[in-house]
């Protein structure tokens, strides 16, 4: 069965600490992995990642992803509280699929 | 970027009556878009895939009957729940898949969300 899992489910941070978020997939035919951040409306695309090993980067934040272990992380440096959210990761599958997880609730304390 | 709008934001309407939602692409052309729900708390659950000019797909456990799907352009799709019930009450987003390049790669874009509650 396709799966998509995040982990922790939720995290408490201070400003300025640096979190690292965890997805980990089991997803046959594998196409993408995509990274969200939702807020109190729809999620908002925040990366793409379709090779293993290399990271992408926008601003404060980066991903990568390893296709031989099956996962992907989304790191945040130097967090604000602007950074609160739930972050969202997709797994793209065969047709038009694409695999959800639970999601990642981060909140910031200043 | 890519832009993708939902209309209305927000709807509350009686028991027994029908909403529909409005998904639109503002700057691209989308010949896929989904519809998903999703509960307080929960993540998004996929329930259909609407092609362009094509019948949607319905995802294990969603009924056609009561949430009807058009996509009649490259541009809108439309949502309509019928003969709405309370437990139907729920935010529901609908994303466009934008095809870039070469590779087959692609993005999904997500609209705004309508929350819909019904009394």
């Known amino acids: 069965e396709d799966k998509v899992v995040q982990s922790p489910l939720s995290l408490v941070v201070h400003e300025g600490d640096t979190v690292t978020l965890n997805c980990s997939y089991e997803v046959t035919n594998f196409r993408s992995l995509l990274w969200y951040k939702q807020e109190k409306k729809a999620p908002t695309f925040l990366f793409m990642l379709t090779s293993s090993g290399i990271e992408k980067k926008s601003g404060r934040l980066s991903s990568i992803l390893d296709k031989k272990e099956l996962f992907s992380i989304l790191n945040i440096t130097a967090t604000q509280t602007g950074d609160s959210a739930v972050y969202l990761c997709?797994?793209?599958?065969?047709?038009?699929?694409?695999?959800f997880g639970t999601g990642t609730s981060l909140t910031v304390i200043p | 970027g890519a832009v993708v709008s939902q209309h209305p934001s927000r709807v509350i309407c009686k028991s027994g009556t029908s909403v529909k939602i409005e998904c639109r692409s503002l700057?691209?052309?989308?010949?896929?878009m989904f519809w998903y729900r999703q509960f307080p708390k929960q993540s998004l659950m996929l329930m259909a895939t609407s092609n362009e000019g094509s019948k949607a797909t319905y995802e294990q456990g969603v009924e056609k009957d009561k949430f009807l799907i058009n996509h009649a352009s490259l541009t809108l799709s439309t949502l309509t729940v019928t003969s709405a019930h309370p437990e139907d009450s729920s935010f529901y987003i609908c994303?466009?898949?934008?095809?870039?390049?070469?590779?087959?790669?692609?993005?999904?874009?997500f609209g705004p969300g309508t929350r819909l509650l019904v009394l």
């Open positions: 700057d691209f052309q989308a010949t896929t």
């Open positions: 997709a797994v793209g599958g065969p047709g038009n699929q694409f695999y």
């Open positions: 994303s466009a898949r934008d095809r870039k390049g070469g590779g087959g790669q692609e993005t999904q874009y």
